[in-house]
Nanobody
Framework: QVQLVESGGGLVQAGGSLRLSCASS????????MGWFRQAPGKEREFVAA????????YYAGSVKGRFTISRDNAKNTVSLQMNSLKPEDTAVYYCAAAPPKVGFSYSLIAGYDYWGQGTQVTVSS
């Protein structure tokens, strides 16, 4: 069982930055692919970024590429999302998710992730 706890959300002005963190309680954290998703009011949950468990390859949604950076620290069982140049449209609840390696896994699909955090609110004012 893996438990995920996000932190770092808050209110920021457009153009500002926030850093989200996700702490995992699982001892097998280093073998999990990790992702960040977000859900804005009235919209479906969408993929933001992900990082591979073994070689650290990263993947981003087109809307955040060049502004957001995902990273992980396996020694500390944490994954982070550095968000720069924030826009009002980035306002959403951000969720951390974990997925053990599996055949056919797709980093951007919600269904591929087995464990989810409770979410942290990010609000960007214009």
């Amino acid at each position: 069982q893996v438990q995920l706890v996000e932190s770092g959300g808050g209110l920021v002005q457009a153009g500002g930055s926030l850093r989200l963190s996700c702490a995992s309680s699982g001892r097998t954290f280093s073998t999990y692919n990790m992702g960040w998703f977000r859900q804005a009011p009235g919209k479906e949950r969408e993929f933001v970024a992900a990082i591979n468990w073994s070689i650290g390859s990263t993947y981003y949604a087109g809307s955040v590429k060049g502004r957001f950076t995902i990273s992980r620290d396996n020694a500390k069982n944490t994954v982070s999302l550095q968000m720069n140049s924030l826009k009002p449209e980035d306002t959403a609840v951000y969720y951390c998710a974990a997925a053990p390696p599996k055949v056919g896994f797709s980093y951007s699909l919600i269904a591929g992730y087995d464990y989810w955090g409770q979410g942290t609110q990010v609000t960007v004012s214009s």
